[in-house]
């Protein structure tokens, strides 16, 4: 497979309100093989919090690609990024999902390291009869070539030649700041995690939380239990008050690099946790900011992080498997310090949403399995599933990503019942320019803010 290749699975003619993505981009595991190598693991993933680790010798356990990963804060407070496998055999050294060590030691054959990640002790060294090549080798665990942050949001590659983290996020770097200035001590995580897998490919995840079109007929159920509320006026307890109709108006821009956001507002705000402190908050954050802390935002950060402020506030992360199987790791976050009625309501509505267990979830997660079961045969070739919106959508920003400053590739904005898809065209032609580079050899550079996103 070439270059060549890799552009002919998509059909982007904007001009002609065309745009259409060849069903092997979802099934194909010679593709899949690609992604992993070039996506996941030659540039930026998201890896976790620096909250997730934040006492001395704390530690959490991640992935880049096929390679596990421990991010280890030391014991004077230096995080670092870590490969999680001895210098000796390579085994994993680290089992657990986090934890508190001051040291962790290989069960293979006992080769210890500290919380920075340095060789402490090569067990029965004096005896070993080692030669002086050892003696000359580095035994400190690997470090990942690169590993940085923003605001607390923790990012790694395997990819040395990678772009600086703060270029590549670009602008999208505000929807980080709109979460972690909710608090003034900023962000943490609420204790527990979600862990899950379903049978379909990793695009399918990062695109369903943009697809607008997909809501009412997918989630009749939860629509039907949400307008029950309202109509018997037991919404107090719920964001979804009037969301629901199809003239409520929602937005979606796309930025560089593949990074997108769906947003709106029309919620409302006085089930949200953050209205129980709302005077405080609009005097340290002002407007329009405050106003945009109680928008709906669903973010991607490409390839594998969502930050999702609809109900609650949660970062989804995802791990590609196979071309038709994914992993799956949630987490509710919230504003460090805020109150127990507040926290309470948080974690009620991330419950009734998202996860398994959600009203949501497992409509969605249904739906992936579907689409894989259904395409695995060759006579489905060419998806139309991209093209809503494309004789409404815009080159720039709108007038609300200009209150902001923002200054997107393209942008929309509608009613819910226009269900936009061009939304989904960023993170495609990131994939498809991404790879196509990769395979011609070439280094490719980041495009400038606000350029135009394809011809």
Not at 47 to 72: E, N, Y
Not at 139 to 155: N, T
Not at 322 to 343: H, L, M, N, Q
Request: some cysteine.
């Amino acid at each position: 497979m070439d270059a060549s290749d890799i552009e002919a699975l998509v059909i982007d003619r904007p001009e002609d309100g065309v745009f259409k993505v060849h069903a092997d981009v979802y099934r194909s595991e010679e593709i899949f093989e690609l992604e992993l190598k070039h996506i996941f693991e030659g540039g930026w993933v998201f890896i976790g919090l620096d909250c997730q680790a934040p006492k001395p010798h704390d530690f959490f356990t991640a992935w880049i690609g096929r390679q596990p990963v421990i991010v280890s804060r030391d014991g004077d407070g230096t995080l670092h990024g870590l490969i999680n496998a001895c210098r000796h055999r390579g085994s994993l050294i680290c089992h657990t999902a986090a934890g508190n060590a001051r040291t962790h030691v290989c069960p293979y054959h006992g080769w210890t390291y500290d919380s920075a990640g340095n060789n402490t002790a090569v067990t029965g060294r004096d005896h070993g009869a080692y030669g002086a090549g050892f003696d000359a080798e580095e035994h400190d665990l690997r470090r990942i070539p690169r590993f940085s942050g923003y605001r607390g949001f923790l990012f790694g590659s395997l990819n040395p030649d990678v772009p600086p983290l703060d270029d590549y996020l670009g602008e999208t770097r505000l929807f980080i700041d709109l979460v972690v200035d909710q608090g003034p001590d900023g962000l943490e995580t609420i204790p527990g995690t979600v862990h899950y897998t379903y049978e379909g490919n990793w695009k399918l995840q990062i695109e369903n939380s943009a697809d607008l079109y997909h809501f009412m007929p997918t989630h009749e159920t939860l629509v039907k239990i949400f307008n029950a509320r309202t109509a018997n006026d037991r919404a107090s307890d719920s964001p979804y008050r009037g969301r629901i109709q199809r003239d409520v108006t929602r937005g979606s821009m796309c930025f560089p690099n593949g990074h997108n956001v769906m947003f709106g507002g029309g919620d409302k705000i006085e089930a949200r946790p953050l209205y129980r402190d709302l005077e405080n908050l609009r005097q340290r954050v002002g407007e329009p900011r405050l106003s945009w802390m109680f928008h709906t935002r669903n973010v991607l950060y490409f390839p594998n992080m969502q930050l999702l402020e609809n109900a609650s506030l949660q970062i989804r992360v995802n791990r590609p498997l196979s071309a038709d199987r994914t992993d799956i790791v949630t987490y509710c976050v919230a504003p460090k310090g805020e109150s127990d009625e507040a926290r309470e309501l948080r974690i009620r509505q991330y419950e009734e949403f998202f996860n398994p267990s959600g009203l949501a979830t497992p409509d969605d997660t249904s739906i992936f399995e579907d689409i894989q079961h259904a395409t695995r045969g060759g006579i489905v070739d060419w998806n139309q599933g991209y093209m809503r919106g494309m004789s409404a959508v815009s080159r720039g920003p709108i007038g609300e990503a200009r209150e902001l400053g923002l200054n997107p590739t393209t942008s929309i904005l509608g009613s819910l019942g226009l269900g936009d898809e061009t939304i989904l065209q960023g993170p495609i032609r990131e994939w498809r320019d991404r790879l196509a580079a990769a395979l011609r050899g070439e280094r490719r550079s980041l495009p400038q803010q606000g350029a135009a996103a394809a011809e």
